[in-house]
């Protein structure tokens, strides 16, 4: 994109510690705040009326520990339980244990939760670790939810509607790639849980920076008006996505049935994409890789191959799962296609 | 500084978590080590040998929980008490308790401090909010520190002597106002320590926003090469500051003489800066003021003149006293001048 994405910035800017002063979340720069939303509206990928409170973080991570705080209560006698089906997303469990706080705890498996308790269930969806399309599984009165949509962009998942949750977690480093800049974002609709929220990060880090937020503004804005550029030469931001991201989940398949059922990989379901108008795939950012023929998949994988993966246990399920990233550069994904193509043969023994 | 100090980002430029895969802060750019580590050494305000890591925080507000995080244990049957002198910042409090950590409470004023238990003391110097000079109080054995020297710069206070702390936390908002960009530092000498650090910012952020560091490195590094430019024209950064802050508090103890004992400001000793190589007065970031007439000093200002102050109790002393802030626009430090001048008149009736 050259320098249509460039940032400048001279020495004497952004120098106050606010954004905004008449806004509810007085570091969120506004140009950022008008990205964000143009670019759902755009894109059709979550409900960003004007009613909706858009909180920025440093990275998505900071939002989910801002939303276990709004969404629990000193008041309560017992921690609040936090929730995940699994397979979920392997820091769930730590982000919400590390600190030892008294206003949330962890609660494991979502499908298991018995308990006649009050609860936060996480709904990851598309899913970290598998792609699967999910929702609450727990459903009981007053239960309150997170919604992490981080891979719900075109490149990974048909948009089948606007997603329009209490709470939703988006981040820049899954949007677009940008994981340096450290910028996610939530989109809340109750204003004291979004009050709650921008006292978490001014408590824990006195806002986000101003630098990484005029980027990621930039970014997004030029993702954005090339997506509503009916001139456009060429592919936007997510059909260029989405295609390379086809291109290597069809290698990936292709590997797959030739390994004769050495590995297994999940089936999607295919859907109409509102955003591109056909039905495409979901190309999830990670495969999730089940051998059908040892204990622990992740071992075989590095032991035989020098291929780091995250096994299930991490994930909430059992060793015979592991979790391979899709998102390496090229030369990476090839590697990554040759050293399981080799695998193959040393199991089958040809 | 004009284009000394301008940063330029391209879009493809910073998009991974990594920064140093080498280092053990793996999330620090390896210039804005190399900018800190000589600023410290041109201003000769704190020890920065080889062996000491630098860890880099979302401001030196996550720094402080990354430290309460490194310094407690949750082998301990109790969490440990945290404690500062009083009057103390005025966020220690808040920071401290919000999440209710079983690893960590909030423990009060050190000088009262007399449990025979674990505890961590912070020690700000420059005081936040009364500009003092400190050192520890409790010193019973075992006793943990962390030294807060955001304010430990030559346009604050004379620099006599390069500290040696165990754990120290600077930050560019004070060293040179950039507030907004969010970037603060640790210097820690124990690797344990530094690396639970590290796993702290790890789990809340994963990392730092890298344009803020990249931001912050080129600024730190125009500032001391300057300083070590002996054919430098006019004044460095720090020379600068010293002469605007000791202009203004020479017009504030004027004021203070003129008043006849109804305000009255602390006294600071002169010190020998070694890096201006002269006696210099404390020229404080804030004036601590003490009403000698009414017993709400911060009420009497924002009620009587529409000065928004902080008052004493938010920092763990009686309400006499009230913090002013030295660090605003020249155009608002007058206005802060004449009204102080009009109270004045108001209560003696002249």
Redesign the interface.
């Known amino acids: 994109?050259?320098?249509?994405?460039?940032?400048?910035?001279?020495?004497?800017e952004?120098?106050?510690?606010?954004?905004n002063t008449m806004n509810l979340c007085w570091f969120l720069l506004p140009e950022l705040d008008n990205a964000i939303r143009t670019l759902h509206r755009v894109v059709g990928n979550a409900m960003v009326d004007d009613d909706r409170f858009i909180i920025v973080?440093?990275?998505s991570?900071?939002l989910f520990?801002a939303l276990l705080?709004a969404l629990s209560s000193?008041d309560l006698p017992e921690p609040i339980n936090v929730v995940a089906a699994a397979p979920f997303y392997s820091?769930y469990p730590?982000?919400t244990k590390?600190?030892?706080?008294?206003?949330y705890k962890w609660a494991g498996d979502a499908n298991c939760y018995d308990k006649d308790e009050p609860y936060i269930e996480v709904v990851t969806s598309p899913n970290n670790p598998d792609g699967s399309i999910r929702g609450t599984v727990v459903n009981r009165e007053g239960g309150k939810a997170i919604h992490d949509l981080a891979y719900y962009w075109p490149q990974y998942a048909p948009i089948t509607s606007k997603a329009d949750h209490d709470a939703m977690l988006f981040t820049f480093?899954k949007a677009t790639?940008?994981?340096?800049?450290?910028?996610g974002w939530a989109i809340v609709k109750d204003k004291v849980i979004a009050a709650k929220m921008v006292k978490?990060i001014e408590?824990?880090?006195?806002?986000?920076?101003?630098?990484?937020q005029?980027?990621a503004a930039k970014?997004l804005g030029?993702i954005a008006d090339d997506c509503r550029n009916l001139d456009l030469k060429g592919e936007n931001f997510f059909e260029y996505g989405r295609r390379l991201m086809s291109e290597r989940w069809g290698k990936l398949r292709e590997l797959g049935m030739k390994s004769n059922g050495v590995f297994s990989l999940p089936k999607y379901p295919r859907g109409y994409c509102k955003f591109t108008g056909e039905y495409t795939d979901s190309n999830p950012a990670f495969a999730w890789l089940k051998s059908n023929e040892v204990l622990n998949c992740e071992n075989l994988l590095r032991d035989e191959s020098k291929i780091i993966t995250r096994g299930g246990p991490s994930f909430g399920v059992d060793s015979t799962y592991t979790r391979v990233s899709m998102l390496s550069r090229d030369v990476e994904f090839e590697l990554l296609l040759e050293r399981l193509a080799a695998i193959k043969g040393t199991v089958n023994g040809n």
Chains 1, 2 share one sequence.
């Open positions: 994109m050259g320098d249509r994405c460039k940032v400048v910035i001279v020495g004497d952004f120098m106050s510690y606010f954004c973080g440093n990275g991570t900071q520990h705080y000193p820091s730590e982000e590390f600190l030892r706080s008294k206003l480093s790639g940008h994981a340096g800049t450290r910028i978490f408590v824990s880090s006195i806002g986000v920076s101003r630098e990484a005029l980027r970014i030029v």
